[in-house]
């Protein structure tokens, strides 16, 4: 299971990535080997502001659907446009083209607060 250190992590499975004054947020790769194969990636939140753990969107695999939780507060700027086409890129590179949004941060101290690799790897028994 890849986890990578360079990244923080929610309880909920998703990880961020801090990039200047955004943050990029996808699912893990523990969430998505979870999932199985993801099938679509329904995602219309692009514009809007949401809060810490408002959901974002939904993740939808052949058994089951899954809602995506907003790891910190921002704005959603930009929807990974290459998911719609080819959804199993969350499976596939889940840390890499298989992002989900970019958001611009309200409060970047958030970021402080979620999981560091070891204690993600805690969490899901890696």
Known sequence: MNIPADLKYTKDHEWVRLEGDEAVVGITDFAQGELG???FVDINSEGQDLDHEAVFGT???VKTV???FMP???TVTTVN???ADDPAA???D???AGWMVRVKLRNASEVDSLMSAADYAALVGA
Do not use: C, K, R
Request: avoid cysteine; proline fraction near 10%; glycine fraction near 14%.
């Open 94 to 96: 889940p840390y890499g």
């Open 66 to 68: 899954s809602d995506l």
């Open 59 to 61: 993740v939808e695999a």
């Open 72 to 74: 910190v507060s921002g």
């Open 37 to 39: 194969d993801i099938v």
């Open 90 to 92: 969350v499976n596939n």
């Open 81 to 83: 446009p290459g998911l």
